[in-house]
C-alpha cells in the first residue's frame, strides 16, 4: 500500500476536504458569510482570522511580491480551516486570495480562539484538529513538491486520477473533484497538453471519458502502474 492509499488526505496533493469536520460544534462563535461563485475573498485584511469552510470549494493563492504572478497553492473543500498554516506561523495578516468554484459558506474565527483557555479545556479536540489540519497541508504540499519535479506530465495526471479513484470509493465511474482544467492549473499544465494526454488513455482504452461531471475507467490498475513509469 502507498502513500496516496494510506493516507486518504494525500490521495490528491494539494486538495484538501473534510479535514477538520469536528468544528460544526463551535461555528456560533464565528461569523457565517456567503460567496458566490466566482468571488474572491481574503482573508489577509482581518487582523489574526482564519475561517472553516462550511461548504463549497475555493482555489486557494499566495499574493507574491510586487511584478511576480499569483500561483495556485490549494483547493480547499468543505470541512476544511482556511488560514490555519499561517496564522499558527505567526502570519495573521498575511494575504491569501480564494476564488470560489462553487458558491461557498464560511465561518470567520479570530486566533484568540485557539489561545483561550477556557476554549481549550471545553474543546481539546479541536486544537489538536488544528494542528493536524495544519500539519495535513505541509506535508500535502511536500508531496505535491515532490510530484512536480520527479515525474513526468503523464505520471502527474496518473497520480491525481488515481487519487479521484480513491476518494470515491474505488468506483469506476464517478464525479470527478477537478475538471481538466482546474487541473492543469494546478499542475502549470496547458489545457492542450491535459487533453493530449486524457485522449492518448481514451485510445488506449485506459479511460472511457473525463468531462466536468463523469470520470470513467477501464482500467485502473494501469492508470495505478502509470504514476511511476511511463
Known amino acids: 500500500m502507498d502513500e496516496q492509499e494510506r493516507y486518504p488526505f494525500l490521495a490528491l496533493p ?10 460544526e460544534k463551535v461555528l456560533h462563535l464565528g461569523e457565517k458569510i456567503v460567496y458566490k461563485k466566482g468571488d474572491i ?17 475555493t482555489c486557494c493563492y499566495v499574493k507574491e511580491v510586487a511584478g511576480k504572478k499569483d500561483e495556485i497553492r490549494f483547493f480547499v473543500g468543505g470541512g476544511c480551516l482556511v488560514k490555519d498554516t499561517f496564522v499558527s506561523g505567526g502570519y495573521g495578516n498575511f494575504h491569501t486570495y480564494h476564488k470560489c468554484l462553487t458558491d461557498v459558506v464560511i465561518y470567520e474565527f479570530s486566533r484568540n480562539l485557539i489561545q483561550e483557555t477556557s476554549f481549550l479545556e471545553r474543546h481539546h479536540d479541536l486544537l489538536q484538529n488544528y494542528i493536524f489540519s495544519v500539519s495535513a497541508k505541509s506535508i500535502s504540499c511536500q508531496f505535491f513538491s515532490s510530484l512536480l519535479k520527479q515525474r513526468s506530465n ?57 468531462t466536468k461531471s463523469k470520470l470513467e475507467f477501464l482500467d485502473v490498475e494501469k492508470i495505478r502502474s502509470l504514476r511511476y513509469c511511463e
Not at 485584511?45 to 475561517?51: M, Q
Open 14 to 23: 494539494c486538495y484538501v476536504e473534510n479535514l477538520s469536520r469536528c468544528w
Open 41 to 57: 475573498f481574503s482573508l489577509g485584511d482581518k487582523e489574526n482570522c482564519f475561517a472553516y469552510i462550511r461548504s463549497g470549494m
Open 154 to 210: 503523464s505520471q502527474k495526471l496518473a497520480v491525481y486520477l488515481y487519487g479521484f479513484y480513491i476518494l470515491n470509493e474505488k468506483r469506476l465511474s464517478f464525479h470527478p473533484q477537478l475538471t481538466q482544467r482546474q487541473l492543469g492549473e494546478l499542475l502549470g499544465l496547458s489545457a492542450l497538453t491535459v487533453n493530449r494526454i486524457i485522449g492518448k488513455w481514451k485510445r488506449e482504452k485506459i479511460l472511457a471519458c473525463y
